[in-house]
């Protein structure tokens, strides 16, 4: 397939919720949609980076950069294929969440011509998905128990806390006696160190999930002894960055649960080989969020529908996060979302919300 040009749109999307970050209160969601024009059609990616380099060394601009500059003029001199996508980058370190948005958007292409769906392309045996919610750090307990209730008014069907040190026993705590025996599970986003291992084990009474990435990244080792010194499992997220880290992970007891970011991962096409192999391995895997809209959201769903994603994920409704989506909007119908049937992602990109959130004209790139 060639491409014939590489479209990048950046859009400012309003968020329901501010989200707190160490750079600021965003209003607004900065997201990078990629679009390949080919002969037989169209295809969308969505970059999950953040707009600072606060969850990973990736963010927003940096992301367009690199994709402007040296991603996309490499693969509009090839023929390309979703499969020949990472092979071609493979020149570039890093850069997995560009490197993703690209691949995804060839895939659309690839697969809405073809007339196959995202679900089927991956192996997906459920038209349902189950979903969890993430609920991050409130300004009281009081007003996390409060959103934490409309959670579950909605039907979400596990919550899932962020915790962080001193904010960590008593909200769990909180929470446990307002949800009873909904499932429930805490994410540490990296926030604690060797020194926590002790304060960590007094989760153990709280009856959890899981929990999740509480140390650095690099540091597999860590997450051994932790995982050896409590009853909770110990779930990696930014950890897993290909199949070959997570066989590793497992095989070293690190990690007994792994949640999957395609993201993070370098695309989908990782995402799924990493499915594969934790379900040969036993180990059950989840869809972990990164605020997408429903480009994103739609692929996530269609990932979240294999057979070993046997844990909710993050894979909540389009209300979480917006009071309108830049898709149709994904809707939660007894703690479940449906997976999308049509070609490719099957979700359509609404032009007249992508033309009034934009925050520039879209750079497009074309074979010299």
Same mark, same amino acid.
């Given at each position: 397939m060639k491409i014939e040009a590489i479209e990048l749109h950046r859009? @400012?999307? =309003?968020?329901?919720? =501010?989200?707190?970050?160490?750079?600021?209160?965003?209003? %607004?969601?900065?997201?990078?949609?990629?679009?390949?024009?080919?002969?037989?059609?169209?295809? !969308?990616?969505?970059?999950?980076?953040?707009? &600072?380099?606060? #969850? /990973? /060394? *990736?963010y927003v601009a940096g992301c367009e950069a690199v994709i402007r500059d040296y991603f996309a003029p490499a693969l509009l001199r090839v023929d390309v294929a979703s499969e020949t996508v990472a092979p071609t980058l493979r020149f570039a370190l890093g850069h997995r969440m560009a490197k993703a948005a690209l691949e995804t958007a060839v895939l659309d292409a690839e697969l809405r011509a073809?007339?196959?769906?995202?679900?089927?392309?991956?192996?997906?045996?459920? &038209?349902?998905?189950?979903?969890?919610? /993430?609920? @991050?750090?409130? =300004? /009281?307990?009081?007003?996390?128990?409060?959103?934490?209730?409309? #959670?579950?008014? *909605?039907? #979400?069907?596990?919550? %899932?806390? %962020?915790?962080?040190? @001193? !904010? &960590?026993l008593e =909200?769990?705590?909180?929470?446990?006696?307002?949800? $009873? &025996?909904?499932?429930?599970?805490?994410d540490a986003n990296t926030a604690y160190s060797l020194a926590d291992i002790d304060h960590l084990q007094k989760l153990d009474e709280f009856d959890l999930l899981l929990i999740e990435q509480p140390f650095v990244e690099e540091d597999i080792a860590a997450h051994v002894r932790l995982a050896r010194a409590i009853d909770t499992p110990v779930c990696l997220d930014e950890s897993i960055v290909s199949a070959e880290v997570a066989i590793d992970a497992i095989e070293r007891h690190a990690t007994s649960i792994v949640n999957i970011k395609a993201g993070r991962m370098g695309g989908y096409l990782e995402?799924?080989?990493?499915?594969?192999?934790?379900?040969?391995?036993?180990?059950?895997? !989840?869809?972990? $969020?990164?605020?997408?809209? $429903?480009?994103?959201?739609a692929a996530n769903v269609a990932l979240a529908a294999l057979e070993n994603f046997t844990l909710p994920g993050d894979t909540s409704g389009s209300s979480r996060y917006f009071a309108e989506d830049l898709t149709e909007p994904f809707v939660l119908r007894d703690g479940q979302l449906d997976v999308p049937t049509g070609p490719g992602s099957g979700v359509s990109v609404r032009s007249e919300l992508l033309n009034d959130w934009a925050l520039r004209p879209p750079i497009v790139l074309r074979a010299n």
């Amino acid at each position: 397939m060639k491409i014939e040009a590489i479209e990048l749109h950046r859009i @400012g999307m =309003p968020l329901v919720r =501010p989200f707190q970050t160490s750079f600021g209160v965003q209003t %607004k969601r900065d997201v990078l949609l990629v679009r390949v024009l080919t002969a037989s059609g169209e295809g !969308w990616g969505e970059c999950v980076a953040m707009a &600072d380099p606060v #969850y /990973s /060394s *990736e963010y927003v601009a940096g992301c367009e950069a690199v994709i402007r500059d040296y991603f996309a003029p490499a693969l509009l001199r090839v023929d390309v294929a979703s499969e020949t996508v990472a092979p071609t980058l493979r020149f570039a370190l890093g850069h997995r969440m560009a490197k993703a948005a690209l691949e995804t958007a060839v895939l659309d292409a690839e697969l809405r011509a073809a007339g196959v769906s995202f679900a089927q392309h991956f192996g997906a045996v459920r &038209d349902r998905v189950d979903c969890g919610v /993430s609920v @991050g750090i409130a =300004p /009281s307990i009081d007003e996390l128990l409060d959103e934490v209730d409309g #959670y579950l008014d *909605e039907g #979400y069907q596990r919550i %899932k806390l %962020k915790i962080k040190p @001193g !904010w &960590d026993l008593e =909200p769990v705590r909180a929470v446990r006696e307002l949800i $009873g &025996d909904t499932l429930l599970q805490v994410d540490a986003n990296t926030a604690y160190s060797l020194a926590d291992i002790d304060h960590l084990q007094k989760l153990d009474e709280f009856d959890l999930l899981l929990i999740e990435q509480p140390f650095v990244e690099e540091d597999i080792a860590a997450h051994v002894r932790l995982a050896r010194a409590i009853d909770t499992p110990v779930c990696l997220d930014e950890s897993i960055v290909s199949a070959e880290v997570a066989i590793d992970a497992i095989e070293r007891h690190a990690t007994s649960i792994v949640n999957i970011k395609a993201g993070r991962m370098g695309g989908y096409l990782e995402a799924v080989r990493t499915h594969d192999v934790c379900a040969e391995l036993g180990v059950p895997v !989840w869809c972990g $969020g990164m605020l997408e809209t $429903g480009v994103g959201r739609a692929a996530n769903v269609a990932l979240a529908a294999l057979e070993n994603f046997t844990l909710p994920g993050d894979t909540s409704g389009s209300s979480r996060y917006f009071a309108e989506d830049l898709t149709e909007p994904f809707v939660l119908r007894d703690g479940q979302l449906d997976v999308p049937t049509g070609p490719g992602s099957g979700v359509s990109v609404r032009s007249e919300l992508l033309n009034d959130w934009a925050l520039r004209p879209p750079i497009v790139l074309r074979a010299n």
